[in-house]
């Protein structure tokens, strides 16, 4: 079975602050993981995944197999960050994709 | 981007009631999804496709139907709805395995 925990449902930093969502996965396989992100009367839209490796917005994650991790990490917050943001995990079930989501931290940047 | 289309975007209805939401996509991705979004428990998978006529499915499934009959059609069916049905439901599709999702607008549906 594939599990994805956030553990946090609400999180509030300021302005200029470091962000660090947390994620956190059960899976017995090789895991494809996401973050997407949902802005307010937006639809879910991806933010970034693990195997591009990529900085979307100055939003880095890096996936850490030992400790089935996959924070969201900035290293300055801005207004405009102010969302949702759901980790999501791609695993494969009876042959099939699967993905499953988290549940959700809701980002406050405080100005 | 369309893509992907969800109709209706609001619904109300009543106790009982049969309601299909409809997902269309014009990408002719494989798979399609039905997910419910709901304070405190995040998205929710309901059912999947991975192709036409191949469906599975998910956490939540108890009280909706699906069918994939074509590829760029994916509805979703309360066959009775209930209270707890009420909730903002999403479609996503995917080009394949390893592709992320893309989402539709969500349908918003209360069940009085």
């Known amino acids: 079975a594939q599990r994805v925990t956030q553990p946090e449902k609400l999180l509030s930093v300021f302005k200029g602050a470091p962000v660090e969502l947390k994620c956190n996965y059960s899976?017995?396989?090789?895991?494809?993981l996401f973050w997407y992100v949902q802005y307010s009367r937006q639809r879910l839209q991806l933010l970034l995944r693990h195997i591009s490796r990529e900085s979307i917005k100055g939003f880095t994650a890096d996936l850490n197999k030992g400790e089935t991790s996959f924070h969201l990490k900035k290293p300055f917050a801005q207004e405009e960050d102010s969302a949702m943001y759901y980790c999501?995990?791609?695993?494969?079930?009876?042959?099939?994709?699967?993905?499953?989501f988290g549940t959700g931290t809701k980002l406050q940047v405080i100005p | 981007d369309a893509g992907i289309t969800q109709s209706p975007r609001y619904k109300i209805t009543e106790t009982g009631r049969q309601v299909t939401l409809m997902c269309h996509q014009t990408w002719s991705h494989s798979y399609m999804f039905w997910y419910r979004q709901d304070l405190g428990h995040g998205l929710r998978l309901i059912y999947y496709?991975?192709?036409?006529?191949?469906?599975d499915k998910g956490e939540v499934p108890d009280g909706y139907v699906v069918s994939r009959s074509k590829t760029e059609n994916f509805p979703l069916t309360l066959e009775s709805a209930t209270r707890s049905q009420t909730s903002v439901y999403f479609c996503?599709?995917?080009?394949?395995?390893?592709?992320?999702?893309?989402f539709g607008n969500g349908t918003r549906l209360t069940v009085t």
């Open positions: 999501a995990l791609s695993g494969h079930s009876g042959g099939y994709q699967k993905v499953t």
């Open positions: 996503a599709i995917s080009r394949d395995e390893a592709s992320p999702l893309h």
């Open positions: 496709s991975a192709a036409a006529d191949i469906t």
């Open positions: 899976y017995s396989g090789s895991p494809e």
